[in-house]
């Protein structure tokens, strides 16, 4: 059986903000030297910006017997969705578990009337931008092209209008 058939994705609550905070530092770690101080703090933001960010939209983890894995959120912004706080352990890539995360909000999205989601990235996270890539994201030259001196680019995926329910 495949490894991604035992992820089990769910919606984070208050409760799941500290293993939220951990997963980002450890998924963006190994690469904080190429961030800035100020990048690499909101790339891994801490507990308390987690609970921030889950009022400001939709967070989900992914999980395996019980262990978070990895998480993503969402923002609402018109018609389209912002994800941010896309992280996997580093022990857990490969699983399947990044995809089973986009796949949950994309179907979310498309729950929500929405037709494009985007996201930021930085150019040394290849492969992340390898997993965009084969789910059907693209770079454009829209958005931020640093965040607090660390460079970044935009990528997008447009979404079929689905019918009104």
């Known amino acids: 059986m495949h490894a991604a058939s035992h992820i089990q994705i769910r919606r984070a609550g208050p409760g799941d903000a500290p ?13 904080k030297a190429l961030y800035t101080d100020g990048c690499f703090s909101a790339t891994a933001p801490g507990t308390d910006q987690v609970l921030a960010r889950m009022r400001e939209g939709p967070v989900w983890v992914a999980l395996r017997e019980g262990t978070v894995l990895g998480t993503v959120a969402a923002v609402v912004n018109a018609d389209s969705i912002y994800i941010r706080g896309m992280a996997v352990l580093p022990t857990a890539r490969g699983s399947g578990c990044g995809a089973r995360l986009l796949q949950q909000l994309e179907v979310w999205a498309g729950s929500e009337g929405c037709t494009r989601l985007f996201l930021s990235t930085t150019p040394f996270l290849d492969s992340a931008i390898r997993l965009y890539e084969r789910f059907g994201f693209h770079r454009t030259d829209e958005g931020v092209h640093d965040l607090f001196g660390t460079p970044l680019f935009t990528m997008e995926k447009l979404l079929k209008k689905t019918a009104a329910k």
């Not at 951990?22 to 690469?31: I, P, Q, S």
């Open 19 to 31: 293993e939220i905070a951990t997963v980002l530092h450890e998924a963006f770690e190994e690469f």
